[in-house]
């Protein structure tokens, strides 16, 4: 799950759960730093190309550093932003185990861009998934009327 919060995975082998972690910190603001960078620069991620290079990030308000040292650089805004999401998409892709398949989850399942620059089968799940599912136990588990 990629959202504008943090990014937290759950992994199953063999119909058994065989990892899970949950990351506020260097998946801080992930979703939240794209989504603004698309409004701050005017983009369209929907008609960006997955960029051949990429930056080495770590975390996405500090990888926004990488930004405005290619655009004074010379990198046009579209393609340094470009290469951003696409870092950011290797580490969530990396933080989770580097998987063959990916169900994605989250804000960023409406990113084409993002997903697009996945290395691996990407489902996406829809971006209120968690929160759907959340009401649906509340209401069967606990008599929560939602």
């Known amino acids: 799950d990629c959202g504008s919060r943090d990014i ?3 992994s199953y082998r063999h119909g058994k759960l065989a990892d899970m972690n949950w990351n506020s910190e260097c998946g801080a603001s992930m979703g939240f730093t794209i989504e603004l960078l698309e409004k701050y620069y005017n983009l369209d991620y929907g008609k960006l190309a997955v960029p051949d290079r990429t930056f080495s990030i770590t ?3 500090l990888g926004m550093s990488h ?3 290619a ?3 010379g990198i046009t805004e579209a393609e340094a932003v470009a290469r951003f999401v696409k870092g950011i998409a290797l580490n969530a892709y990396r933080f989770s185990g580097s998987p063959e398949t990916l169900y994605l989850s989250g804000g960023l399942c409406d990113n084409p861009l993002f997903v697009g620059s996945l290395p691996c089968n990407v489902i996406p799940l829809g971006r209120y998934v968690l929160i759907k ?3 649906k136990t509340a209401r069967e588990h ?3 009327a939602l």
């Open 8 to 10: 937290k995975y759950v």
């Open 59 to 61: 975390c996405g308000v």
């Open 67 to 69: 930004i405005f040292d």
């Open 71 to 73: 655009v004074t650089s």
């Open 133 to 135: 599912g959340l009401g």
């Open 142 to 144: 606990l008599s929560i």
